[in-house]
């Protein structure tokens, strides 16, 4: 398991850096710790009750959306980020209760950082356009999630 992740915000987002004001454009992340046990492992069961639902109500899901929520990536037979969020999304776990355990988590542990220096606040988290903090949560969950699950 890599224990770094990044994204490159298609919006920048604005921080206060040594007495200035500045826009920030990558967000990079670390493997959660036992400071976030509670939040991780309520994550982890959301996640695994959605893609098990999942699997179970195939046949009742349109087959377009199961295709494009749980389908598997050829090479690396894992999730990508936007497969991870389609996922949450079609099945029937409460999505806004699932993103806010994940910020509570991000802001909590301390987990992300702007432009490698400053930490993600609440403040700065709620900047965010929705998109880039669902590929933020979904790129998140693949670089750390699934490989604990594997």
Do not use: C, W
Request: net charge negative; charged share 25%.
């Amino acid at each position: 398991m890599d224990n770094k992740f990044e994204y490159v915000l298609k919006s920048p987002i604005k921080y206060a850096s040594r007495g200035e004001q500045v826009l920030g454009y990558k967000i990079s992340g670390q493997a959660p710790t036992g400071r976030v046990r509670n939040q991780l492992v309520e994550i982890k069961q959301m996640f695994i009750k959605a893609i098990t639902g999942l699997q179970k109500s195939s046949n009742d899901v349109a087959p377009e959306a199961v295709n494009q929520g749980a389908k598997k990536d050829e090479e690396s037979n894992a999730m990508d980020s936007k497969q991870i969020m389609m996922a949450l999304y079609v099945s029937d776990i409460d999505v806004a209760k699932f993103q806010n355990i994940v910020r509570d988590m991000f802001i909590h542990g301390q987990l992300l950082k702007v432009d490698n220096e400053v930490v993600l606040t609440s403040t700065l988290i709620d900047q965010l356009e929705l998109d880039e903090f669902e590929n933020i949560i979904g790129g998140y969950l693949q670089s750390f999630l699934l490989p604990s699950l594997q």
